[in-house]
């Protein structure tokens, strides 16, 4: 817990002073924690695969491996886990890039149904393997301002998140839909696992899991939900997430038109 480091004596000019002056060390100190947070929790991201490569090439090395199906087992898990940090490694550069604004955005005039569409029809493969039933209902008049690859790419992360935190024989139901003259709204809602009431501020949040141990398992990065967020900012938009543990969840894209 952060100590203010000058005492306020008094309400005039000087115990003002002091008091900005606390107000600054505090937000230096905040911003000093979240940097280490964020580097030890990188360090623990990619540790965890790395030693799973060291170990089972190891294995490999001594002999410990007898059959080729064998081998071929140990070499499916290093690839898996080379995969792991290589996602790894891609969004956190790109999470960088567009929280440094580094590279400008293509903003362009899009019929937003198109790509809502458009990205869920790549889902397909994924809703037919865990026979989800998907239902569609966009406005196809909603025009917006935006960068096309980026908005593919919240769409895609939501999709992603709702196809994988919903169980065989789910349901996702995507609506495009104005929300006054101004501004529209998209509604990812799945019949999943839900996220407990507690937990929903803190998602967004760079490597922030509901189930550290078993979503890590399950092979996302922990940042999908960060991306989102900054792409939906930079398109002056909000994100606002509701959730029914058991029930499912609900994730609102609010943009203007
Ligand atoms: P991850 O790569 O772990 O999915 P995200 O940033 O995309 O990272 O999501 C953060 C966490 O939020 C997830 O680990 C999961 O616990 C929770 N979450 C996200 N979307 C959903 C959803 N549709 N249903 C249930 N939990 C979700």
Known sequence: EYEAQIPIQADDEIGRLAKAFNIMAKAIYEEDMRKREFLAN??????TPLSYVKGYSEA??????KTKEEGKKYVKLI??????????VRDLLDLARLEEKSVPLQKTLLVFAQVVEGTIE???????????TITVDVNPDIIIEGDADRIEQ????????????TPTGGEICVRLT??????CQLVIRDSGKGIPKDKLPFLGQRFFR??????RTEGGTGLGLAIVKQIVQLHHGTIT?????GKGTEVVIDLPI
């Open 122 to 132: 790549k889902y397909e493969p994924f809703l037919q393997e865990k026979a989800i």
């Open 241 to 245: 997430f509701a959730s029914e543990e």
């Open 79 to 88: 690839h898996r886990e080379a995969g792991r940090m290589e996602r790894l």
């Open 178 to 183: 104005p929300a006054g003259n101004e501004r």
């Open 60 to 65: 490999i090395l001594q002999g410990m491996v």
């Open 42 to 47: 990188v360090s623990h991201e990619l540790r």
């Open 154 to 165: 919240v769409i895609h992360n939501l999709l992603d998140n709702a196809i994988r935190y």
């Open 210 to 215: 509901v189930d550290a141990a078993r979503t």
